[in-house]
């Protein structure tokens, strides 16, 4: 077990990087590029513990629960960003996914003083949110062990609620306040403690695994196809109007009628011309079988 007062591997200095403010611009671009060529290999090693929390994630969340992350300084900006990913990509409800972060909105921009050594006020997000048994709570630390987080799972637990863990150290404390430890240790950074860098390229790794992984096992997607995402642009709108020609075989004039009775939503309108129904006949169909493309379309 490591020693609680010790120094994080994250946050210890390698004397590999200790000139490179003399270095030249390309050299010092090669060392971080090598540095970060072994975060994959790092992430790999924790696989089977994110499948298992992911599967976890999933089952409650097929069960009406939230996945909420909560995360510190770099971390819980990571966490933020991926929960604001999933309304545009998977038209989830944003209340479904969220990211909480010490310190509150100011934090996402500045440094906010003290706010992830306030364990108390991580118990307090919890609660304000009125966390309970169905649903997730991610907590986000690279060392594993930001109070404000350890005081959030904490509060989760007591709740009843499924807590995981993610942190960049091994034998954080932060892994023996969950249920589901993930640990990615990718050792210190090129620059000294500076966790954005392959800490946080690790977190965006795995946080991209729960979400997308959950959603897909949720039946958000269609294949690979984003078949709940929001067409907020003319980008996107194309890309919905491809989709439902490719599920379908219709053509396009044919596919953008069907979108735009469905009120833009794919999956309703793929099965308005396989099933030869109007809207509110394939909401109907799409409910009796979970929301799920795929079994709508057997079925």
């Known amino acids: 077990m490591t020693d609680p007062l010790s120094e994080p591997s994250t946050e210890q200095s390698d004397p590999r990087y200790s000139q490179i403010d003399r270095l030249p611009t390309l050299e010092i671009a090669r060392l971080m590029n090598e540095a970060d060529a072994g975060v994959p290999a790092a992430v790999a ?23 909420l992350y909560v995360g510190a300084g770099t971390s ?3 966490a933020v960003l991926d929960a604001s990913e999933c309304p545009p990509t998977f038209g ?4 479904l996914v969220q990211g909480i972060i010490a310190g509150g909105r100011e934090a996402l921009t500045r440094s ?6 306030d364990a108390d006020a991580g118990a307090a997000a919890l609660a304000e949110l009125e966390v309970g048994p169905l649903d997730s709570v991610v907590g986000v630390s690279a060392s594993g062990r930001a109070p404000f987080v350890l005081g959030a799972l904490a509060e989760a637990g007591r709740r009843e609620a499924l807590t995981v863990s993610l942190s960049c150290n ?3 404390p932060l892994s023996a306040a969950a249920q589901h430890p993930i640990e990615v240790v990718v050792g210190p950074e090129v620059v000294t403690g500076s966790t954005r ?3 946080g390229t690790a977190q965006k790794l795995v946080l991209n695994m729960i979400s997308t ?5 949720l039946g958000r997607t269609y294949g690979n196809k984003m ?20 599920i379908t075989g219709a053509g396009p004039e044919e596919a953008g009628r069907a979108l735009a009775e469905a009120g833009g939503q794919a999956k309703v309108a793929v099965l308005m011309i396989r099933h030869n129904l109007d809207a509110e006949g394939a909401r109907a169909l799409l409910r009796s079988h979970g929301e799920r493309l795929s079994d709508a379309l057997s079925g």
Do not use: W
Request: proline residues 3%.
């Open 45 to 67: 090693l924790a696989l089977p513990a994110i499948s298992d929390a992911i599967d976890a994630i999933a089952d409650r969340m097929g069960g009406g629960g939230r996945l």
């Open 76 to 78: 819980g900006r990571r």
């Open 92 to 95: 989830t409800d944003p209340e």
């Open 112 to 117: 906010v003083e003290g706010a992830e050594d």
């Open 170 to 172: 091994e034998d954080a």
């Open 197 to 199: 860098l392959k800490a």
């Open 213 to 217: 992984i959950s959603m897909v096992r």
């Open 227 to 246: 078949i709940e995402m929001s067409a907020m642009n003319s980008k996107l709108a194309s890309r919905a109007v491809r989709m439902v020609r490719d």
